[in-house]
């Protein structure tokens, strides 16, 4: 099992930007696929983004060319650069790990307890 922990939401202005960082511990952290998803009011957890220890990266279409996810192997850290916000992209954001690749909520194995991101127009 994984453990994650999130950091960096908040409140932010149209436009601007925000980055959210996770750790992830625990025996099989260094050789599991991390990322994110996320979850707005009324509505269903989806996948933002994922990256490898390899560094290769996905993306959902709603964020491609806004955000930007990476790793740090050496500290077991992934971050979510995000640009260009938009009010739609307000939610709760979840850290995620599975040592296959997912696209979906239920192929992830750990998740973290989340974090407020909060978009205002």
């Known amino acids: 099992q994984v453990q994650l922990a999130e950091s960096g939401g908040g409140l932010v202005q149209a436009g601007g930007s925000l980055r959210l960082s996770c750790v992830a511990s625990?025996?099989?952290?260094?050789?599991?696929?991390l990322g994110w998803f996320r979850q707005a009011p009324g509505k269903e957890r989806e996948f933002v983004a994922r990256?490898?220890?390899?560094?290769?990266?996905s993306y959902a279409d709603s964020v491609k060319g806004r955000f930007t996810i990476s790793r740090d192997n050496a500290k077991n850290t992934i971050y979510l650069q995000m640009n260009s916000l938009k009010p739609e992209d307000t939610a709760i954001y979840y850290c995620?790990?599975?040592?296959?690749?997912?696209?979906?909520?239920?192929?992830?194995?750990?998740w973290g307890q989340g974090t407020q991101v909060t978009v205002s127009a």
């Open positions: 990256i490898s220890r390899t560094s290769t990266t």
């Open positions: 995620a790990a599975s040592p296959l690749p997912f696209g979906l909520s239920v192929e992830v194995s750990s």
């Open positions: 625990g025996r099989t952290a260094s050789n599991s696929l």
